[in-house]
């Protein structure tokens, strides 16, 4: 069935990835299994995104095993025309789907999946937790192997002890019951590295299950010869261990690394918040605070963190971080909105009807992903583990060449404890495990990055670019003053009203000094580095800089924001910045080991008071614009610096995407950013210097553990190749090299973390 399905729509290239691609067809489905995705309040729980034509669904394909299966799925367009992309997640064994919903139903793409041999898991009561992430069957084929492995041992007593003449016959007796609890082990428990060691063969590469399942087989069938000859009790002791203990380890390594990803996934990853309505009082929440029935008030080109109803203002969403098309969607007042939509006209008002999900905010950052750089060179640990297997290989046939002159008797030991003992996991691990804990380190202390490539880039930046407004400077504290010709009660009220829909920092300050006035705003436009207007009771208003408000520039004035009403310049308000209480420290310890340069769109006021902190080498430039810091960060690449740009994510957010290491700044705020590598509390700028110490440990830490691991290795052949270490020994240490690499990268890098008091 599935054949012909593939066979009509030419895509029999799935058959060409794998020798034997796909799973079994032969259990049926019920035609009404999936009725119930044609319900409206189960669909909206499932659904990420929707729109007049599209919808956005992910599910998780427990089916997915090998390269045919990604791509059979990815090109599920091409099967059916409802279809518009499926992109698979394979490490997560998701598929991301759009589809047209007036060509095919939700169930309908369910059925889809399930006709070609990919039935989603869908579990309604688990929505909100994690999956099941360690498999069901693997804690069987461990339960199974470890009662085999306990019996045989027992049973493996007298023989070790020896018995007397007369008691031969009990002997052969516990010689083939050792043999017979040997089977399950062999054909059910080392079922994972027979399906690890054949999917590898079939790409014509060598993985480390290969040498571990042909260890497996050459003591299995050694033990049989023995028994069956009469010669020995064979090693179904040390066979059912390797098993035993190879799964445990590889239960643990599991485990381990899945609750990283679910860290990584799940939890407050962005230390972001959003303003929460509650008895006429703004209270800025952290998104994970956020529960179904909160009324949040969404500003100016803010995310929108949870799907709600729409209860005040007009809304233009930008769905470009989700469906790519930056046309603004109008909604109206009890409009459905989606999460992951930015909103691009004003202030509006939210009603929550689904928690945050942070798991699809983290989907959405990481999809946003910069440009392709240029193809780095592979790292030494992947190369030695590439062909590590070979090595193993090629150490076990002159192992075995060297005994067959000396002395046979070896060469069985030997050899098996080869195989078993050499494990290139820990290499692999070391890197893995070690980016993990800095990475959630970092995330303790304020800085949230998007991903472990993040740690390598920063810990190879020489400079460091600031801008200055919202990132050195603080937008909790201004003193402003106002210069101009008298303004009223209503309209300063409308000032507050029009600053209060912008998130800049200035405005920021003005709606503090002001005090924040809920009055409808119309036809609200921002215009990012220059100003703000909008209508308010049938007046036209307008905040900005002097060039925006009055077409002309005064270089000396300090930081101002201008007025103007129905287009009459009425006065200017005065901001006399205040400085972080750790930024001048700061500046003074990353001075003597990177370039430093303030990127200001404020005009040169503020020049001597920066040059106190920084000194005279550092690179100070005044009344720039977005496209002034791009420039300027355009040019320094060109030098060969590696650059980190540190900014509010708005004014800056093109100069974040063109340097190497992009940091957006978060003061209580929603300023979900896509062109940030990273987000950085506010609050932890302070700690910017430790950061970056941390992130160039991280490389000395991973050098150690591979250290570690290569001398495991070595010390291990090492007598191996004697035929000195009993494969059992060789099984137990085996996984507890690739434990011991865990708790060395946790120690160091939680020790260290604790000397740079992070």
């Given at each position: ?411 069985w030991p030997a050899v098996t404890a080869i195989l078993i003992i050499a494990c290139p996991c820990a ?24 991903n472990a490539q993040a740690i390598e880039e920063m810990a190879g930046i020489n400079e460091i670019v ?293």
């Amino acid at each position: 069935m599935v054949y012909q399905l593939l066979n009509r729509h030419e895509l029999c290239d799935y058959y060409d990835l794998n020798t034997n691609p796909g799973q079994s067809q032969r259990i049926t489905v019920r035609k009404d299994k999936f009725s119930f995705l044609e319900d409206t309040g189960i669909q909206q729980e499932l659904i990420h995104f929707k729109d007049d034509s599209t919808t956005h669904i992910t599910f998780y394909l427990p089916q997915i095993h090998c390269s045919s299966c990604l791509y059979l799925l990815e090109n599920l367009h091409k099967i059916n025309a409802g279809i518009i992309k499926a992109t698979v997640q394979f490490t997560r064994k998701e598929v991301d789907i759009i589809f047209h919903h007036n060509i095919l139903s939700l169930r309908g793409v369910a059925e889809l999946l399930t006709s070609i041999g990919y039935e989603p898991y869908i579990s309604l009561q688990q929505l909100k937790k994690a999956k099941p992430r360690i498999p069901r069957t693997l804690i069987y084929q461990l339960g199974v192997a470890g009662f085999c492995f306990a019996n045989i041992m027992l049973m493996s007593f007298p023989e070790y002890l020896g018995l007397e003449k007369a008691e031969q016959e009990l002997q052969y007796a516990f010689r083939y019951l050792n043999l017979l609890l040997a089977l399950p082990v062999l054909l059910f428990s080392a079922e994972p590295f027979y399906t690890s060691a054949w999917k590898s063969l079939k790409h014509r590469f060598l993985n480390i299950d290969a040498p571990i399942v042909l260890a497996i087989w050459v003591t299995f069938l050694r033990s049989v010869v023995e028994v069956i000859t009469d010669t020995g009790g064979g090693y179904f002791d040390s066979f059912s261990g390797i098993v035993f203990f190879m799964l445990i380890g590889r239960v643990l390594q599991d485990k381990t690394y899945q609750q990283l990803s679910f860290e990584r996934d799940y939890t407050s990853y962005f230390p972001i918040a959003v303003t929460v309505l509650k008895d006429d009082t703004e209270i800025p929440t952290a998104l994970p605070s956020i529960k179904p029935g909160d009324t949040l008030s969404i500003h100016q080109d803010e995310l929108i963190p949870a799907d709600g109803i729409l209860t005040k203002g007009r809304a233009y969403i930008d769905y470009s971080f989700v469906t790519g098309e930056s046309l603004p969607v109008l909604k109206e007042v009890g409009e459905l909105i989606y999460a992951g939509g930015k909103q691009t006209a004003g202030t509006i008002e939210l009603l929550t009807i689904k928690e945050v999900a942070q798991s699809y905010l983290t989907r959405l950052w990481n999809q946003a992903d910069k440009p392709a750089q240029k193809e780095k060179g592979i790292s030494f640990v992947h190369l030695l583990s590439r062909y590590f297997t070979y090595i193993v290989f090629g150490i076990a046939l002159l192992t075995a060449a060297y005994w067959w002159a000396v002395d046979t008797t070896k060469i069985w030991p030997a050899v098996t404890a080869i195989l078993i003992i050499a494990c290139p996991c820990a290499l692999l691990l070391s890197n893995t495990f070690t980016n993990g804990n800095i990475l959630r380190i970092f995330s303790r202390n304020g800085l949230y990055l998007r991903n472990a490539q993040a740690i390598e880039e920063m810990a190879g930046i020489n400079e460091i670019v600031f801008d200055k407004t919202g990132t050195l400077t603080t937008t909790t504290k201004h003193a402003v003053d106002y210069t101009g010709d008298a303004l009223t009660i209503v309209q300063l009220e409308a000032i507050s009203a029009l600053a209060g829909n912008s998130r800049h920092p200035l405005s920021k300050a003005l709606v503090q000094h002001l005090g924040r006035k809920r009055i409808p705003v119309e036809q609200f436009r921002e215009r990012i580095g220059k100003g703000i207007e909008g209508s308010i009771n049938g007046s036209r208003y307008a905040l900005g800089s002097q060039q925006f408000i009055c077409g002309t520039k005064n270089p000396t004035g300090g930081t101002r924001v201008y007025v103007s009403i129905d287009g009459q310049l009425k006065g200017f308000f005065q901001f006399h910045n205040f400085y972080r209480d750790e930024v001048s420290a700061l500046l003074t310890r990353i001075q003597p080991d990177y370039t430093l340069a303030i990127l200001s769109g404020d005009n040169e006021n503020e020049r001597y008071q920066l040059e106190k902190m920084v000194g005279k080498n550092t690179t100070l430039l005044f009344h720039q614009q977005p496209q002034d810091k791009l420039r300027y960060i355009e040019i320094e690449k060109e030098k060969g610096k590696k650059i980190m740009m540190i900014g509010d994510g708005l004014n800056d957010a093109i100069a974040l995407q063109e340097s190497d290491m992009g940091i957006a700044i978060a003061e209580h705020s929603n300023t979900f950013t896509p062109a940030s590598d990273g987000i950085l509390d506010a609050s932890s700028l302070g700690k910017l210097d430790r950061f970056l110490l941390l992130a160039k440990g991280n490389k000395q830490i991973v050098i150690a553990s591979f250290v570690m691991s290569i001398l495991y290795n070595i010390i291990g052949l090492y007598f191996a190749v004697q035929g000195e270490l009993s494969p059992l020994v060789a099984a137990i240490l085996m996984p507890s090299s690739s434990l011991s690499i865990i708790l060395l990268t946790y120690g160091a890098s939680g020790i260290y973390a604790r000397k740079l008091q992070l």
